[in-house]
């Protein structure tokens, strides 16, 4: 089971108390711990994509730490940037390949 998610408490509980609850309760909380439908390697490896493609970096950095914790390897994260590099764009894959490699040092 995934572990407790309280970054929108953290971060935004007293700006913005209902996404910080939607955050942490229904995203983090429930979408996440459904296991049985996708696992969370899974999750992370189509949460990192999409945010690729999305461009938002600032969003990716927290996404990788969690893909590595959930078993996305640096070899498996270089692939998945470099085959969305010809469907999203070469500067978002150099982008996300920065955030990436830094991420990945240890």
Do not use: C
Not at 10 to 17: C, K, M, N, R, S
Not at 39 to 57: K, Q
Not at 83 to 100: C, D, E, M, Q
Request: hydrophobic fraction near 40%; charge should be negative.
């Amino acid at each position: 089971m995934a572990e407790k998610q309280t970054a929108g408490r953290d971060l935004l509980g007293e700006f913005a108390p209902k996404f910080a609850e939607l955050n942490d309760d229904i995203l983090f909380g429930e979408v996440w711990s459904r296991e049985k439908e996708l696992s969370a390697r899974d999750r992370s490896m189509i949460t990192v994509s999409a945010l690729i493609s999305g461009g938002n970096f600032e969003q990716l950095t927290p996404h990788l730490h969690k893909a590595k914790a959930n078993g996305v390897t640096k070899d498996e994260v270089a692939e998945i940037i470099t085959h969305l590099s010809f469907y999203v764009g070469w500067p978002k894959a150099w982008s996300a390949f920065n955030i990436a490699k830094e991420i990945n040092k240890n």
